[in-house]
C-alpha cells in the first residue's frame, strides 16, 4: 500500500524509511546480543512473517491519513503550511467531525457505565428504565464484566423486536450475533467459508468499488477476491449481468461460495431499488451463493424516491422458493444518525443457517470472549428507541432528524459542487456517508505519477493533501475500472467546514489541472 500511494522520493516516505532505519535490531530495540556481542537474529521479520498478512491493505487508514496526521502535528508546532488546518475526510466517523451525541444513547450509557445515578431524576425516567434493564442483563449487574459470548441475552432479544418491527417477518433471538462493530461479524461469516485449494478455493464476490474490509479479509484468510463492478454511468447501480459474466468467469479458477452487497453503497452512495435486491436474491439462489448484506448505512437515505429494503423482508415476501436462501445481515453503532464509531458496537442475523455450522459460529466467537459490552448496550439504544409518549421522545425524534436532515443537505451540496467543477464529476449521493467523484486526469499527470511508482489518483490525492490540507482516499484504495480515478470523501464535515473543504479543494483542483494541462 506504501508503495502504491508514495513511491519515489516524496519526503514522507524518506521518514518513514529513516524511521525504519533508525529504529535496527540492537539491544534497546529488542534485539539481545548472542556471543561476543553479536547481534542475534529475529525470529520474527518482514520475510518470516505471514505472507498472508503482508498481502492485507486497507486505504481508508493508509500511508495517505498517515501523512495527515504528521501534518497536523507539524500546524501545532508552528510549521508553516499553504492551509491552517487538515480535514480528515478520508472515514466515516461523525463524531470526530464534529456531529454532537444523541442525547438519549449518551444517558443510557452513562447510567450503564455509573450505576449509582440510576436514582437521579435529572435524567428522564425511561433512559433510566431502559439502563435498569440493560444492567440486569449483565453479569453482576455490571458493564464491565464478561458478557454471553454471542451478546447480553436482553439485548438480542430487543434487536430480534427491532428487526420484526422493520421488516414484518419473525426474527429468533438465537440468530443473532453481537459483534465489535460489523467488521468483525462479516470477517467470521467469511471465515466460516473459506476452505480448498486450486479450483475448490473459496471465492468471495466484492463489489468494485468496494469498502476495503472485504478485500483485506479476503487475503488476510486466503480466499480468492472476485470482483463484480457496479456501474458508474447508472448511478452505480448493480447489474444482474454483470453478477452473472463474474461468477461464471471466477468458476474456471476457483469456486465462489458468497456474495456481498453493501446497500447503501460504500463508497459509491447508491441504495438498491426494491427490484434490484429481488434480483440478487434470485441470482444467489440461482448460483448456490450465501449471500452477505452490510446493511449498517440503512438510516442514510437522502435522495428522493430512494428508500431502504431490507434483504431479508425482500427475501421473505419472494416466498417459500426463495425464502430459505442463506443470509447474514449486518448492523453497527458507527453510522447512521448516532455515529457512536468509538463504542464497537455491531450485530449480525443469520438466516437459514445449518444448525451444526451455527455451533461452530458461537465456539468461533467465544474465542474471542465477548464484543464490548459498552458497545452492545450503545446497540440496544439504537433498536429499543424511545416511543411515543415517552419522556424523551420529542427531543431524540427532534435530535435523530436534524442529523439526518443535515446530512442530506451535505450530500446535495457535495455532489453538486463536484459537478460544477471542470475534469469532475459525481453521481447523485443517495444514501451512506460517501461521495466518490471521478476526475479526469491529464496525461501529464499519468505520467508523473507514474514515474513516482505512485497510483495516478493517489498522486492526485497526495497533492491534495500536501497543498490544500484535505485528506481523502484515492479510488484505487477502492478498486476501479482500469483507465479512470477517483477518491472517496465522506459527506461528514460540519456545514461550516465542509464550506472550507469544498473552497480549498475547488482552488486546488483548478490548479493542479492547469499544472498538468496536456
Not at 500500500?1 to 529504529?23: D, I, Q, T, Y
Request: proline fraction near 7%.
Amino acid at each position: 500500500m506504501l508503495s502504491r500511494f508514495m513511491s519515489g522520493p516524496h519526503p514522507a516516505k524518506r521518514r518513514l524509511v529513516a524511521m525504519s532505519s533508525h529504529l535496527g535490531n540492537g539491544p534497546q530495540n529488542g534485539g539481545p546480543t548472542g556471543p561476543a556481542g553479536q547481534t542475534r537474529a529475529k525470529v520474527l521479520t518482514i520475510d518470516s512473517m505471514n505472507p498472508l498478512v503482508k498481502k492485507v491493505e486497507y486505504a481508508v487508514r493508509g500511508p495517505i491519513v498517515a501523512r495527515a496526521t504528521e501534518l497536523e502535528k507539524e500546524l501545532e508546532k508552528g510549521v508553516p503550511k499553504p492551509f491552517k488546518q487538515v480535514i480528515k475526510a478520508n472515514i466515516g466517523d461523525a463524531h470526530a467531525m464534529g456531529q454532537k451525541p444523541i442525547t438519549f444513547l449518551r444517558q443510557v450509557i452513562s447510567l450503564c457505565v455509573n450505576p449509582d445515578l440510576l436514582n437521579d431524576e435529572s435524567f428522564p425516567a425511561d433512559a433510566r428504565e431502559r439502563a435498569r434493564r440493560i444492567l440486569q442483563g449483565c453479569k453482576g449487574g455490571s458493564l464491565g464484566s464478561y458478557s454471553d459470548s454471542v451478546g447480553v441475552e436482553v439485548i438480542r432479544k430487543d434487536i430480534a423486536a427491532y428487526i420484526e418491527r422493520r421488516d414484518g417477518f419473525p426474527s429468533d433471538p438465537d440468530n443473532i450475533f453481537l459483534s465489535t462493530g460489523a467488521s468483525d461479524a462479516i470477517k467470521n461469516m467469511v471465515k466460516l467459508m473459506v476452505r480448498g485449494s486450486g479450483r475448490d478455493q473459496t471465492g468471495v464476490m466484492i463489489p468494485i468499488p468496494q469498502y476495503p474490509l472485504y478485500s483485506a479479509v479476503t487475503a488476510e484468510l486466503n480466499a480468492v477476491q472476485v470482483n463484480y463492478y457496479l456501474d458508474e454511468d447508472n448511478n452505480w447501480a448493480l447489474d444482474i449481468a454483470e453478477l452473472e459474466r463474474s461468477v461464471k468467469e471466477a468458476r474456471q479458477h476457483c469456486t465462489p461460495r458468497v456474495l456481498c452487497v453493501i446497500n447503501p453503497g460504500n463508497p459509491t452512495g447508491q441504495v438498491l431499488s426494491k427490484e434490484n435486491v429481488r434480483e440478487i436474491i434470485k441470482f444467489a439462489a440461482r448460483e448456490h451463493l450465501f449471500l452477505m448484506a452490510d446493511e449498517v448505512y440503512q438510516d442514510n437515505i437522502y435522495a428522493e424516491g430512494c428508500a431502504f429494503h431490507s434483504f431479508k423482508k425482500t427475501m421473505m415476501e419472494l416466498g417459500p422458493e426463495y425464502s430459505t436462501l442463506e443470509l447474514a445481515s449486518f448492523h453497527s453503532t458507527s453510522k447512521g444518525y448516532m455515529g457512536e464509531c468509538g463504542f464497537r458496537g455491531g450485530y449480525m442475523e443469520v438466516i437459514n443457517m445449518d444448525p451444526q455450522v451455527k455451533l461452530q459460529l458461537k465456539k468461533l466467537v467465544s474465542t474471542k470472549l465477548c464484543p464490548p459490552v459498552s458497545g452492545q448496550a450503545t446497540m440496544d439504544c439504537v433498536v429499543n428507541p424511545p416511543q411515543p409518549g415517552e419522556p424523551s421522545y420529542e427531543s431524540f425524534i427532534k435530535e435523530k432528524t436534524a442529523v439526518l436532515k443535515s446530512l442530506a443537505e451535505r450530500a446535495k451540496l457535495v455532489a453538486e459542487t463536484f459537478n460544477s467543477i471542470e475534469g469532475v464529476t459525481c453521481n447523485t449521493v443517495q444514501g451512506a456517508m460517501y461521495a466518490f467523484p471521478r476526475i479526469a486526469l491529464p496525461q501529464r499527470a499519468v505520467e508523473k505519477a507514474k514515474s513516482l511508482g505512485q497510483a495516478p489518483d493517489g498522486f492526485y490525492a497526495l497533492q491534495l493533501l500536501e497543498q490544500a490540507g484535505i485528506c481523502v482516499v484515492p479510488g484505487s484504495g477502492f478498486g476501479q475500472r482500469d483507465g479512470t480515478y477517483h477518491f472517496r470523501t465522506t459527506i461528514l464535515p460540519q456545514p461550516d467546514k465542509l464550506k472550507i473543504f469544498m473552497d480549498a479543494f475547488t482552488a486546488f483542483h483548478n490548479k493542479f489541472m492547469k499544472e498538468y494541462a496536456d
